[in-house]
């Protein structure tokens, strides 16, 4: 068969087999699909030979970019050694190395403002629970969260609060405290009941007031459910700073420090999603670090392999971690687990991860590509349909409007973010975008040659879609 045969037959067998998430698929299949062979660096190749640059990180988990030659020899390593076995009743070398790598660095991270925290070391986080995948990660959040008030006698601490426009993933708990209705909606009737806080959205406020001027009045609002309903709250779950898949949402700042001062004022446990906005993609190696925010439960995945393999963890204090001490016959065990937990290839590879931010100085790096995204942003703010530009780190949005004065939106069916994005395609880059917003999320290590060029395409392709 020739080559191009061989590539219609790959996008034939594509559209007969494939289900694609996200994905309306009568659309799909109407479409040629692009079919990755290869990456290198920040982009990655087509059947066809032609490259990309990568411009949301394959899906917000790339850190160093793709082929990256000491992540490619740690997993080749490890494949030797051994590729899989269990953390139900066994233990293994990987696994060990990196819970322990981890919880130093974060207690790490945090003893340099121990003194402005003040707390107790109970209260640090100190455990890891692995799973695969973000979603999963929640769910272990929650049940955790809810089962360690049941431990300790405050049983009627049994519901969640979260915000609007939040995203914490795809299972049926996860989507109980997601607040993206376009995603969520259909399956109300299987999702336990959550309290719903304002996002902190100032660009749309719903409490419809002008930052600076509103004081945190998002907070106020959270803090009237905390006042009126805390004897039945287990836990309040936020993603920290960035409200990703919500549209690149940048809370202003003080507003996590804010909520979590409510949460020990009212004795309610906070749960800190740092899924997309961990590793390095706000500026600092953990969003909460920003504002000095220590969770009682933190979730990681995305690019905790820098994009290599399907690992996921939870985080949680010693205080909780505590509570399910007993004897067997008290059954306080946490009853939670997956077949890949504690998976050796993705251990192997996530303790790399950490080396190579050590190694390679990525967060400087960051700081670097953040000089030359906000320049860009501050000039296309100007562009007639683009409404409201906003990042944190390296995670920006670019938020198109049909009317720059009223915010009025372009409506959702006309797609416009898409057409943006196939016009970006055509010019060499591969973005996903969220709704009428622009998503710019390449891998960290970037060169500030590609960003430059991966922006100026991202102008051409909103000036030529976004005509009047
Ligand atoms: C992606 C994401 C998740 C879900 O992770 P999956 O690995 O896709 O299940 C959860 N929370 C946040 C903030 C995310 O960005």
Known sequence: MSLLDENKRLEQADKQYIWHPFTQMKEWIEDVPIIITEGKDCFIKDIYGKWYIDGVSSLWVNIFGHRKKELDDTLKAQVDKISHSTLLGLSNVPAIEYAEKLINLIQKLYSKDKSKNNLPDKKLLSKVFYSDNGSTSVEVALKMAFQYWQHKGAIEKTAFVSLKNAYHGDTIGAVSVGGIDIFHKTFEPLLFKTYKAPSPYCYRCELDLKYPSCNLSCASKLEEIFYKYSSNIAAFIIEPLVQAAGGMIVSPPGYLKAVYDLCKKYNILMIADEIATGFGRTGKMFACEHENVLPDIMCLSKGITGGYMPLAVTLSTEEIYDAFLGDFKDLKTFFHGHSYTGNPLACAIAIKVLDLFDKEKVLKNVIDNVEILEL?????????????????????????????????????????????????????VFLRPLGNVIVIMPPLTITGQNLRQMLKVISEAILDVCKD
């Open 376 to 428: 860009w942003l501050n000039e296309i703010e100007k562009f007639n349909h683009v409404g409201n530009v906003r990042n944190c780190g390296m995670m920006a949005g670019v938020e198109l409007v049909r009317d720059k004065k009223t915010k009025e939106p372009y409506a959702w069916e006309e797609k416009m973010g898409w057409k943006v994005v196939l016009k970006a395609r055509e010019k060499g």
